[in-house]
């Protein structure tokens, strides 16, 4: 039976639906909705805290799937990329609703996938950094230090084009390989601060020490600048699945820089496992792309991630 999903903007289908991708996504709403959205799909859906941000925010992360497979997915390490957010939450809900229906999507067996994979999905790794996007400096905490700070001559306001996280640390420039020859602002800053040592901050440390809990066989990280791939492909199937992503999204690989402290730059040095950037968004700049555009960044990655899900399972059949 294939499945197929009209989104109402009143929230009404066959029930109420909880995700809602065309608003953005404060760090409260995310986690009543995995709180939801676990209560309603509890066979396959579990929801865990995997540490706190600088200013004391809880970091969610949901437990979906019932396979021995695993596969870390995480998303919105830059504040102002919080539309990420939304594309995970929507598949969360799309996935989930048509595994309890025995449905396919887009030809994948929804319950073949996630009877045999596990994601791990972390929607929002910087909470900090989106509430300050949102709400504006004086929501943070640490306010009087983030006015101070470099904010690269942004448009006013400048917290819509916010980067970093509430101390002024580029996450995705944090982590402990490469760190030490990244370019870097000296001092902390909207965006391009590294940190004053690796994994200094609680967000980077979070999704660093979940990763290696995990043991992922495959990492996915979702940013927003400009449909292309940033690929990690140590081995002749991690290219395979690295081409059928960039067939189906249309999406263009980019070379890889050299190490410079990134998530991905971790995964590379303590799993050696495939790995995606995927930028959603079809244009580059400092501002949240704007969510009533939500389905011109879900229509063409829509099928990310059940197309690694399937690469991983078929390693389990020699394919």
């Known amino acids: 039976m294939a499945f197929t999903h009209t989104f109402h903007a009143n929230c009404q289908d066959a029930y109420d639906r909880i995700v809602n991708p065309f608003v953005a996504y404060s760090h409260e709403k995310v986690k009543s909705d995995i709180n939801a959205l676990t209560q309603r799909y509890p066979m396959i859906l579990s929801g865990e805290t995997i540490g706190s941000s600088f200013e004391g925010r809880d970091i969610p992360a949901v437990r979906f799937g019932r396979g021995n497979h695993k596969i870390l997915v995480c998303g919105t390490l830059h504040a102002r990329e919080h539309i990420a957010t939304n594309y995970l939450m929507y598949f969360i809900e799309q996935y989930a609703e048509a595994y309890a229906s025995h449905d396919s999507i887009g030809g994948y067996d929804v319950n073949h996938l996630l009877d045999n994979v596990t994601l791990y999905i972390v929607p929002m790794v910087n909470p900090d950094g989106v509430n300050i996007v949102q709400r504006g400096f004086e929501a943070s905490c640490n306010c009087d230090s983030l006015r101070k700070m470099k904010l690269k001559n942004y448009e006013e306001p400048a917290h819509r084009s916010w980067k970093a996280n509430a101390r002024g640390v580029d996450i995705n420039r944090n982590f ?96 050696g496992v495939f790995y995606a950037c995927v930028e959603l968004c079809p244009y580059i700049g400092p501002r949240p792309y704007p969510e009533k555009d939500f389905f011109t960044v879900w229509q063409p990655a829509q099928y990310v991630i059940p197309i690694v899900a399937t690469e991983i399972i078929n390693q389990d059949n020699g394919k």
């Open 176 to 271: 402990d390989y490469g760190w030490d020859d990244c370019p870097t602002d000296s001092l902390p800053a909207s965006m391009s601060f590294k940190g004053f040592f690796p994994i200094s901050e609680p967000e980077s440390k979070a999704l660093a020490d979940y990763a290696k809990r995990i043991k992922p066989e495959a990492v996915l990280a979702f940013h927003t600048q400009g449909e292309q791939f940033f690929f990690s492909t140590p081995d002749a199937k991690a290219c395979e699945i690295a081409t059928k992503l960039v067939e189906s999204t249309g999406f263009e690989p980019q070379p890889i820089d050299p190490p410079y402290g990134s998530f991905q730059d971790f995964v590379n040095l303590h799993f």
